[in-house]
């Protein structure tokens, strides 16, 4: 079992920046692929950024490239999600997922809300 647990979320205005922050604890941390979804109020959850379990590798949304960058620090189990430029129709509730040879494992989620 791999606890998941998100925070960094917040209240910000249209161009401001967050960091969300999702430590996982409970198995090698670096076997694991890394991933951010969110999901908006009366939407289905969407994919936003992933992370191989050594870094190198990183996908995005393409709504999201540019403005936001994924990244982790294996030596302190720790993924970061960088939102620059953010805009209303990012807000949602930011979940981190990570998964590797024992199964997906969520965290509960980090509420993001961007004010026009």
């Known amino acids: 079992q791999v606890h998941v647990a998100e925070s960094g979320g917040g209240l910000v205005q249209a161009g401001d920046s967050l960091r969300l922050t999702c430590g996982a604890h409970g198995h090698t941390f670096m076997l694991y692929d890394m991933a951010w979804y969110r999901q908006a109020s009366g939407k289905v959850r969407e994919f936003v950024a992933s992370?191989?379990?050594?870094?190198?590798?990183?996908h995005y949304e393409d709504s999201v490239k540019g403005r936001f960058t994924i990244s982790r620090d294996n030596a302190k189990n720790t993924v970061y999600l960088q939102m620059n430029n953010l805009k209303p129709e990012d807000t949602a509730i930011y979940s981190c997922?990570?998964?590797?040879?024992?199964?997906?494992?969520w965290g509960q989620g980090t509420q993001v809300i961007v004010s026009s």
């Open positions: 992370i191989s379990g050594d870094g190198t590798g990183t």
């Open positions: 997922n990570a998964v590797g040879g024992p199964g997906s494992f």
